[in-house]
């Protein structure tokens, strides 16, 4: 890489689930990478294989906090995503997504930085459309469990349409749809870790409601390729919103019945309540990222699965926890932190 195309580059929710695979691809490309994040959900271990890289930097801080620093990218992820963990404390979960935006906006806007807002699907709500395409509004409730994420998320879209009309900001809003896959924590609580915890521990597996809602899945390194062609790939005209997600759509109880298939488990499944204005049906219209990016999903849900399926196999196990998340990776090449210095 020539020197002139390394970037300095800021992600938020860095030790997050996706935010340290994003982490590992652009220290992969080059660039210098500063992770930030409060450790909220991320952990440390996402990231410790990286700690004595020499272009990665980490910085323990809550993106609510106003932040000084000099950078050329700014990836926001910085959110808890899973609804246990976000509804654990929704005040503060608001506060993530809109002061976080402010202040990476703000920040962006001082330093003249690209900047990437991780947005969700959750932006449709429980959608009356589907799949869902980038025009539609959404079919959001304003005030029960879910709506510090949906509409804190709906807000941090705003500010970043708003940062651009107003400054010029040059941004781009990706819209993500339900992204698995290895290095996820055992207790994130979203569904597809919940099963495959489950399974492998012959643990009752738990399926909300009669599990007829349906979920479409999409792995890891197919949802940071589609990441990284929108932030790199695409001209400055185009903002989004651009969903990325996998447009196989699945019901609950089908994902239940693969995952103990694949396992081999002697897990039952069990019924429990449905969660208030848990979506009925969700999955990606992808047109837009098919013909901005040239992107769809390569990963099938059953090799995703497998991998996933391995990893939490060897993390249960005891096995080797860099070696049992960094081992799967079905898409970009495996990252050997050596070999880019
Ligand atoms: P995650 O919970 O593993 O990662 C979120 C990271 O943000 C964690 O490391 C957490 O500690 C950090 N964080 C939370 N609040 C913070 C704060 N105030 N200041 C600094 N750091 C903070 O979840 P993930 O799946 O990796 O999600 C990453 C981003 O992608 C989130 O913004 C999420 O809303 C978005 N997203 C993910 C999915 C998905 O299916 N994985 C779907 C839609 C949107
Ligand atoms: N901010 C930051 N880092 C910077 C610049 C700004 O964290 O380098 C934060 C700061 O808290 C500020 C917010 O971003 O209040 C919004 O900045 P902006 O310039 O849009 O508005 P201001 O509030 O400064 O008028
Ligand atoms: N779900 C489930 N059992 C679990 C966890 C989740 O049946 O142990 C269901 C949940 O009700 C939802 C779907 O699986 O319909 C996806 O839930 P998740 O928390 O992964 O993400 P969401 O898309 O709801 O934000």
Redesign the pocket.
Known sequence: MKELERKAILVTGGAGFLGSHLCERLLAMGHEVICLDNFFTGTRRNIEHLLDHPRFELIRHDVT?????EVDEIFNFACPASPIHYQRDPVQTTKTSV?GA??????????KAKILQASTSEVYGDPKIHPQPEAYWGHVNPCGYRSCYDEGKRCAETLFFD?HRQ?QLRIKVMRIFNTYGPGMHPNDGRVVSNFIVQALRNQPITVFGQGQQTRSFCYRDDLIEGCLRLMHDTPDSFTGPLNLGNPHEFTVLSLAELIIRMTGSRSEIVHQPLPADDPVQRCPDISLARAQLGWSPTVSLEDGLRSTIAYFEALLNGGDFQAARGLHSLVSNPVNMHVHQ
Not at 65 to 69: C, F, N, S, V
């Open positions: 906090m106003p932040l000084y620093i002061h402010i202040n990476m906006l703000g920040l962006a806007k001082r330093v940062y400054h």
